[in-house]
């Protein structure tokens, strides 16, 4: 998998030694390298249908990153100054991550299936969106 986005790899990267764009959804793309004509290609599971579940601020995370926890813990206490509650989901087992709402299935930030971040965020970063979604709320 890769992307133009951040924590990614570029797909010119894979292209460069052979693979080919196999599918696209959102940010991500799908990266394959052909080794017999026989081969399947690989799809993605669509995460998008994932994104409807969660209501109010979510943040869905892995062990996968060790910054995690500092961002998690930024976030929650960020969310309750702010006054309202963050539910926070850990990730465990493969057909967890698989499921997740997001590409970059170790780490999203979604709020009424809307997706705020899939990566590693920052307390300041948190604060920011907030302010622009208070914003956008008026």
């Given at each position: 998998?890769?992307?133009?986005?951040?924590?990614?790899?570029?797909?010119?990267?894979?292209?460069?030694i052979?693979?080919?764009?196999?599918?696209?959804?959102?940010r991500?793309?799908?990266?394959?390298?052909?080794f017999?004509?026989?081969?399947?290609?690989?799809?993605?599971i669509?995460?998008?249908?994932?994104?409807?579940?969660?209501?109010?601020?979510?943040?869905?995370?892995s062990?996968?990153?060790?910054?995690?926890?500092?961002?998690?813990?930024?976030?929650?206490?960020?969310?309750?100054?702010?006054?309202?509650?963050?539910?926070?989901?850990?990730?465990?087992?493969l057909?967890?991550?698989?499921r997740?709402p997001?590409?970059?299935?170790?780490?999203?930030?979604?709020?009424d299936?809307?997706?705020?971040?899939?990566?590693?965020?920052?307390?300041?970063?948190?604060?920011?969106?907030?302010?622009?979604?208070?914003k956008?709320?008026?």
């Amino acid at each position: 998998m890769s992307s133009n986005g951040p924590w990614m790899a570029f797909k010119n990267i894979f292209e460069k030694i052979g693979f080919e764009l196999a599918e696209s959804l959102g940010r991500f793309e799908l990266m394959y390298k052909k080794f017999n004509d026989t081969v399947i290609l690989p799809k993605f599971i669509d995460w998008t249908k994932e994104q409807s579940k969660y209501k109010g601020w979510n943040l869905i995370y892995s062990d996968q990153c060790p910054w995690h926890e500092k961002s998690i813990t930024g976030l929650k206490h960020c969310a309750l100054e702010y006054g309202f509650e963050m539910k926070i989901k850990k990730l465990k087992t493969l057909k967890e991550a698989q499921r997740a709402p997001s590409g970059f299935g170790t780490y999203t930030l979604i709020k009424d299936g809307k997706t705020f971040g899939n990566h590693y965020l920052s307390r300041t970063r948190f604060e920011n969106i907030l302010k622009q979604e208070l914003k956008t709320e008026k």
